[in-house]
């Protein structure tokens, strides 16, 4: 098993939501989260002040999965998250030892 983090714009939250759902994933977890990369964040001018805004609004979507189901998932993320413009964000794939669904004690893949 493997689990994907995957950290993208808010405004393609839905796209990635409905690409996935499209190569059979069927569970994920959605968190609303601040950082930044290189971009380093940008400034913005209110009330004729200048600030920085150092982190970023962006969206983290975490999805444990079984082997086959990767690197489909992977593809769907990058498809429709991709805009060509900085800041897309990045997706972390990273191995997983164990699940258990609390409710029926079931274990590895037939708990996810």
Do not use: C, N, W
């Amino acid at each position: 098993m493997k689990r994907i983090e995957a950290i993208i714009k808010p405004f393609k939250l839905e796209e990635v939501k409905d690409a996935l759902s499209e190569v059979g994933v069927e569970g994920m977890t959605v968190t609303e989260v601040k950082g930044f990369g290189r971009q380093k964040g940008h400034t913005e001018i209110y009330r004729g002040s200048e600030y920085t805004v150092d982190f970023l609004p962006k969206i983290k979507i975490e999805l444990v999965l079984a082997e086959g189901q990767v690197a489909a998932a992977v593809k769907a993320i990058i498809g429709a998250a991709k805009t060509g413009k900085i800041g897309d964000g990045k997706v972390f794939v990273s191995a997983v030892e164990e699940v258990v669904r609390i409710r029926t004690d079931e274990r590895g893949e037939e708990a996810v």
